[in-house]
């Protein structure tokens, strides 16, 4: 094979030379050689074979197959779930309106080089500004399927692949100080090992970036059912958390979804310490969000 001969298929992308120039190996940060058919590490001589023509392929397949067992199941739920969403497309728009809607203000002060991790389709797009830099980090080529652009006409970014590189948030294929924004979107807790996506996205901000991060099946604190914006998220809700909250205070442990790796605030606290300040930690539909600034 030639060097410098990648045949990757991105006739909707604009410069494919541009996300060649910024990726490094997953593994070890170094230089990567772009083959026809492969990618390979110019200092630990992994090599990440390419099959797909529509995303460049750096994940690191020998940590997951071995080492992520768990993971993988959780994996193959949540593909699941929205393979069944996406049977009803109408009930995906849907699903994406109710999910994006309350960011949209957020996003849209986005601007310059933003990372998407575990960005699922790139809907996301559609949200932030026209100039921004999008590039979509994500291990399931299942969003890639065609179907997606079922929902195009209600989400007309979705007719345009977006720059797609798979890979996982433990292992970031970027250099350090590569990004102005990264977002986790209902993906931290269906990671590996959220601590070193945390690390890992420290590593890539410049300074004083921005890491929008989206959290599910958090347990709220005690203070948070006095909070506005948790009283707003209406009275059946209020209830229903307020007991799960008491029934915490014996060993029950806060509910969890099958797919998802429990995260502690506690947890977030010391991952984030000297490294982020938190700009905002907010309850928005039921989710608990927060906007770090890298320090
Ligand atoms: C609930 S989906 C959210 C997708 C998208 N952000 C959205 O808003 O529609 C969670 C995503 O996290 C991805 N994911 C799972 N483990 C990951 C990891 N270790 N690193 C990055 N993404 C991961 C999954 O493949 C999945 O696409
Ligand atoms: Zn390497």
Same mark, same amino acid.
């Given at each position: 094979?030639?060097?410098?001969?990648?045949?990757?298929?991105?006739?909707?992308?604009?410069?494919?030379?541009?996300?060649?120039?910024?990726?490094?190996?997953?593994?070890?940060?170094?230089?990567?050689?772009?083959?026809?058919?492969?990618?390979?590490?110019?200092?630990?001589?992994?090599?990440?074979?390419?099959?797909?023509?529509?995303?460049?392929?750096?994940?690191?397949?020998?940590?997951?197959?071995?080492?992520?067992?768990?993971?993988?199941?959780?994996?193959?739920?949540?593909?699941?779930?929205?393979?069944?969403?996406?049977?009803?497309?109408? %009930? #995906?728009?849907?699903?994406?309106?109710?999910?994006?809607?309350? @960011?949209?203000? *957020?996003? !849209?002060?986005?601007?310059? &080089? $933003?990372?998407?991790?575990?960005?699922?389709?790139?809907?996301?797009?559609?949200?932030?500004?026209?100039?921004?830099?999008?590039?979509?980090?994500?291990?399931?080529?299942?969003?890639?399927?065609?179907?997606?652009?079922?929902?195009?006409?209600?989400?007309?970014?979705?007719?345009?692949?977006?720059?797609?590189?798979?890979?996982?948030?433990?292992?970031?294929?970027?250099?350090?100080?590569?990004?102005?924004?990264?977002?986790?979107?209902?993906?931290?807790? %269906? #990671?590996?090992?959220?601590?070193?996506?945390?690390?890992?996205? @420290?590593?890539? *901000?410049? !300074?004083?970036?921005?890491? &929008? $991060?989206?959290?599910?099946?958090?347990?709220?604190?005690?203070?948070?059912?006095?909070?506005?914006?948790?009283?707003?998220?209406?009275?059946?809700?209020?209830?229903?958390?307020?007991?799960?909250?008491?029934?915490?205070?014996?060993?029950?442990?806060?509910?969890?979804?099958?797919?998802?790796?429990?995260?502690?605030?506690?947890?977030?606290?010391?991952?984030?310490?000297?490294?982020?300040?938190?700009?905002?930690?907010?309850?928005?539909?039921?989710?608990?969000?927060?906007?770090?600034?890298?320090?």
């Amino acid at each position: 094979m030639s060097k410098n001969e990648m045949q990757i298929d991105f006739t909707q992308l604009a410069n494919v030379h541009f996300l060649q120039n910024l990726l490094v190996c997953p593994l070890c940060q170094a230089r990567l050689d772009f083959y026809h058919d492969a990618i390979a590490c110019t200092s630990c001589a992994q090599k990440f074979p390419q099959v797909q023509k529509n995303c460049i392929d750096l994940l690191p397949d020998h940590l997951v197959e071995n080492e992520w067992n768990q993971w993988g199941e959780r994996q193959q739920e949540m593909e699941q779930w929205y393979s069944d969403l996406i049977a009803i497309p109408l %009930h #995906a728009e849907w699903c994406f309106a109710n999910d994006y809607t309350p @960011y949209a203000p *957020l996003l !849209a002060t986005l601007s310059g &080089l $933003v990372l998407d991790i575990g960005g699922g389709n790139g809907v996301v797009r559609h949200f932030l500004p026209k100039d921004v830099q999008y590039i979509l980090l994500e291990p399931s080529l299942e969003w890639l399927a065609t179907e997606w652009t079922l929902i195009a006409k209600r989400y007309p970014c979705m007719e345009t692949k977006p720059f797609f590189v798979r890979g996982i948030g433990e292992y970031l294929p970027f250099p350090q100080q590569s990004f102005d924004a990264v977002l986790s979107f209902w993906s931290m807790n %269906h #990671a590996h090992q959220p601590e070193q996506v945390f690390h890992e996205v @420290y590593r890539v *901000l410049r !300074a004083g970036g921005r890491f &929008l $991060v989206i959290l599910e099946d958090m347990e709220p604190l005690w203070r948070d059912f006095a909070a506005r914006t948790y009283i707003t998220l209406g009275v059946a809700h209020w209830a229903h958390t307020f007991v799960q909250k008491l029934c915490c205070l014996g060993r029950q442990k806060w509910s969890l979804q099958n797919d998802h790796v429990r995260i502690q605030e506690s947890e977030i606290q010391q991952w984030i310490a000297g490294n982020f300040q938190i700009v905002r930690r907010s309850w928005i539909g039921q989710y608990l969000t927060f906007e770090l600034q890298k320090i």
